[in-house]
């Protein structure tokens, strides 16, 4: 099965930082790439699908790059309910989750 | 509205069958480049995809845990159901149904259902 990381995992900062994820792949995955975010106790919600493609309903802060086995989740002013753990997925063979970062109050 | 909802129940004895329920509103699971999933969290860890199937009752199931589950469909009730044989207390976790998508062969979930809790012990 093909490897997924993230980094870092966990990270603090403050309302309006940029913030960035990043995703690492075993081996090449394209763009199968998809990106969650998880609030305690809540279903995980789709932010990025495709490495890039915005979800409907998404607030455009949230944005998706990279191909091939590096990839990022850039959050361009964080807001209050940004905290949560965030999750990348890769699509290319078995689906496989990221360990998560969690992005907390500094 | 697309709707999904976890059953089953929230005890289970080691060795036992687990069998979870997703019933599903909002989308039929015959439409075509869907389906549902079921992913799994164990307490204060990370997702875990376990199985899906879709449409044309095309399945699929995670490579550590093939041997112990099952999942099927019934369309004309709108609900999909897993079974994992053996459970044990490494199992303990959240177990979700999600709808997945596939849009030119990139296939994420955008519906989650709440998630259901499920322990394993004596």
Known sequence: DIQMTQSPSSLSASVGDRVTITCRASQSISSYLNWYQQKPGKAPKLLIYAASSLQSGVPSRFSGSGSGTDFTLTISSLQPEDFATYYCQQSYSTLIFGPGTKVDIK | ?122
Request: charged letters at 15%.
């Open chain 2, 1 to 122: 509205q697309v709707t999904l909802k976890e059953s089953g129940p929230v005890l289970v004895k080691p060795t036992e069958t687990l069998t979870l329920t997703c019933t599903v509103s909002g989308f039929s699971l015959s439409n075509a480049r869907m389906g549902v999933s079921w992913i799994r969290q164990p307490p204060g860890k990370a997702l875990e995809w376990l199985a899906h199937i879709f449409s044309n009752d095309e399945k699929s199931y995670s490579t550590s845990l093939k041997s112990r589950l099952t999942i099927s469909k019934d369309t004309s009730k709108s609900q999909v159901v897993l079974t994992m044989t053996n459970m044990d207390p490494v199992d303990t976790a959240t177990y979700y149904c999600a709808r997945i998508r596939s849009s030119w062969y990139y296939y994420y979930f955008d519906y989650w259902g709440q998630g259901t809790l499920v322990t394993v012990s004596s």
